[in-house]
T-cell receptor, first 114, second 114 residues
Framework: ETGVTQSPTHLIKTRGQQVTLRCSSQ?????VSWYQQALGQGPQFIFQ???????GRGNFPPRFSGLQFPNYSSELNVNALELDDSALYLC?????????????FGPGTRLTVT | GDSVTQMEGPVTLSEEAFLTINCTYT??????LFWYVQYPGEGLQLLLK?????DKGSNKGFEATYRKETTSFHLEKGSVQVSDSAVYFC?????????????FGGGTRVLVKP
């Protein structure tokens, strides 16, 4: 069984640019959550997608947006990049959004904004 | 809002020493509690969990007990190994009304020396 995968592994962007990060959920999982982990800190919830609809959002500005596709893979898009967006971006998939279902994390995408 | 506070690191130990990482939480409602581990260059792995008061989660020699009266979920291991060197995150999760998201503490880096 393939686990959660993310691409790319590393990415360097310039302030003001836009970036798209990708996540393939584990087989059979219809829910994907995205987290931002700044250096030396714990992950912060960005948003969750369930069956192609946004199903909850954390305290992130609208320039953070997402998509979920019919195969339940997902994208995180960040517009107008700022230096503080430099972080490890983690996605996690689960069988369903309910609390009873464990979230399985991918290895993350390291984004550096210069 | 909901939050998790854990002891700051780094925690440096010798092999076979006893490890304790303190974790306390604030939550509206009755959360499930988790410990995740992050090895260098990797994503998060679930270490153990407890879903209700007085439950004890355990895995790989690690244990933590859900203490509602002290709102705590301290992680313990009786005899650590060099391979236990990692960053440990305490987290809570509430149900649908709170977005089913994980709320993490800041992480505690543990370094075990031979």
């Amino acid at each position: 069984e393939t686990g959660v995968t993310q691409s790319p592994t590393h990415l360097i962007k310039t302030r003001g640019q836009q970036v798209t990060l990708r996540c393939s959920s584990q087989s059979g999982h219809n829910t994907v959550s995205w987290y931002q982990q700044a250096l030396g800190q714990g992950p912060q919830f960005i948003f969750q997608y369930y069956r192609e609809e946004e199903n909850g959002r954390g305290n992130f500005p609208p320039r953070f947006s997402g998509l979920q596709f019919p195969n339940y893979s997902s994208e995180l898009n960040v517009n107008a990049l700022e230096l503080d967006d430099s972080a490890l971006y983690l996605c996690a998939s689960s069988l369903a959004p309910d609390i009873a279902y464990e979230q399985y994390f991918g290895p993350g995408t390291r984004l550096t904004v210069t | 809002g909901d939050s998790v506070t854990q002891m700051e690191g780094p925690v440096t130990l010798s092999e076979e020493a006893f490890l304790t990482i303190n974790c306390t939480y604030t939550a509206t409602g009755y959360p499930s509690l988790f410990w995740y581990v992050q090895y260098p260059g990797e994503g998060l792995q679930l270490l153990l969990k407890a879903t209700k008061a007085d439950d004890k989660g355990s895995n790989k020699g690690f244990e933590a007990t859900y203490r509602k009266e002290t709102t705590s979920f301290h992680l313990e291991k009786g005899s650590v190994q060099v391979s236990d060197s990692a960053v440990y995150f305490c987290a809570l999760r509430l149900g649908r009304a709170a977005g089913n998201k994980l709320t993490f503490g800041g992480g505690t880096r543990v370094l075990v020396k031979p």
